[in-house]
C-alpha cells in the first residue's frame, strides 16, 4: 500500500511540470505560426476592403502623423470589437501597413478559429507574442480597453476604459517602439441597444437565461453584451459612416531596453490616451458637419 501511494506521489511530481512545457510549446507553435503569415491579398481581401470602405464610407484622417518606422496603433475598441473590419484593411489597403490585430487568448483557443484569425492578421495578446512580433518589426494593433469597452453601455460610447492596464506601454519601451494612437467613430453604433448588459440578469429574458443556465452566479454582468438592434430591427450592422483619425505619435525608442518606472509608464499611457480622446472629439464633430451628405437610404438604415 506504500508503495503505491509513493508511486502516486511520483506520477503528481513528475505531471506538474509537464503542464508549463505544454504551454511553452503551444506559444512558441503560435508564434512560428504567426510570423509564418503573410499580408492577405487576392480577391478575398479586395472585397472585405471594398465592404468595408462603401458600406461604411470610411474617411481617414491624419495620416501624415504616421512615421515609416513599425508601431504598436492603440485606440478606442468599438461595440462587440467590429473596429478590426474597419482599421486593419483600410491600412493595408490605403497605406500599405499589414498590422496584426492582438485578441484575448480565449479567442485561440479552438485550432479552426485560431487559424481564421491568423489568416487575417490576428494574434494572441500575450507579452512573447507580442515580443516576437515587434522583435520581427511587424505593426501591432491593441485595444487596453478589451471586451469591457467592446460591451460597454450607450451612456459610456467612445470613452476608454482602460483601469490600470500599462502593459502595452512597459512592451513598447522595451521594444523601443512607437505607439500610434488612433480614434475611431462609427462602430459603436452599428448597433442601437435594446438593453443594457448589466441589466440582462433582472430582465424577463435574463430570466429565462438564467433557467437555461446561460447565466449563473458566477456571471459578470458588467461584462455581459447589450441586447442589439441592427439595420431595421435584424442583426445586420447599421451602415454608419465611420471617422478613423490618427494622433500625434509618441516615440518611446529612448526607453529601449529600459525598465519603466510605473510613474513613467502612466504618463505615457495618459500620453496616449489623451491623443486618442482629442481624435474621438474631433472625429465626432466632423461626423456632425458631414452628417446631411448622406444619402436618403444610409439615414434610413441607420434609424
Not at 461595440?79 to 490585430?101: H, N, S, T, W, Y
Not at 450607450?154 to 519601451?173: D, I, M, N, P, T
Not at 462602430?187 to 437565461?209: C, K, Q, T
Request: hydrophobic letters at 40%.
Amino acid at each position: 500500500m506504500t508503495k503505491k501511494v509513493g508511486a502516486n506521489k511520483n506520477k503528481v511530481r513528475n505531471h506538474k511540470p509537464e503542464q508549463p512545457l505544454a504551454e511553452a510549446a503551444a506559444l512558441s507553435r503560435h508564434i512560428k505560426l504567426a510570423l509564418d503569415v503573410k499580408p492577405p491579398a487576392g480577391m478575398a481581401f479586395e472585397a472585405r476592403y471594398q465592404f468595408s470602405k462603401r458600406m461604411f464610407k470610411t474617411r481617414v484622417i491624419g495620416t501624415g502623423n504616421i512615421p515609416d518606422c513599425p508601431c504598436l496603433f492603440v485606440g478606442n475598441h468599438s461595440l462587440f470589437a467590429l473596429d478590426g473590419m474597419i482599421v486593419v484593411p483600410i491600412l493595408q489597403k490605403e497605406l500599405g501597413r499589414f498590422i496584426r490585430p492582438m485578441g484575448d487568448k480565449v479567442l485561440f483557443e479552438n485550432d479552426a478559429i485560431t487559424k481564421f484569425l491568423l489568416k487575417r492578421g490576428g494574434v494572441m495578446g500575450h507579452p512573447e507574442v507580442c515580443s516576437a512580433l515587434m522583435e520581427a518589426g511587424q505593426d501591432l494593433l491593441v485595444f487596453p480597453g478589451g471586451a469591457h469597452e467592446a460591451v460597454k453601455p450607450k451612456s459610456e460610447l467612445y470613452s476608454l476604459q482602460w483601469k490600470e492596464r500599462h502593459g502595452f506601454v512597459k512592451l513598447a519601451a522595451k521594444h523601443g517602439y512607437t505607439i500610434m494612437p488612433f480614434g475611431l467613430v462609427g462602430p459603436d453604433e452599428f448597433y442601437s441597444h435594446l438593453l443594457e448588459g448589466s441589466e440582462l440578469p433582472a430582465s424577463p429574458l435574463g430570466r429565462v437565461m438564467t433557467y437555461m443556465g446561460i447565466i449563473n452566479d458566477e456571471t459578470r454582468a458588467d461584462l455581459l453584451p447589450p441586447i442589439p438592434r441592427g439595420s431595421l430591427g435584424t442583426l445586420l450592422p447599421k451602415p454608419q459612416s465611420c471617422y478613423l483619425g490618427f494622433g500625434q505619435a509618441v516615440d518611446l525608442s529612448a526607453y529601449k531596453g529600459k525598465k519603466l518606472s510605473q510613474k513613467k509608464a502612466s504618463e505615457l499611457r495618459s500620453q496616449a490616451a489623451t491623443e486618442i480622446e482629442q481624435q474621438l472629439s474631433q472625429l465626432l464633430l466632423l461626423r456632425e458637419q458631414n452628417r446631411g451628405k448622406d444619402g436618403l437610404l444610409r439615414r434610413l438604415l441607420t434609424v
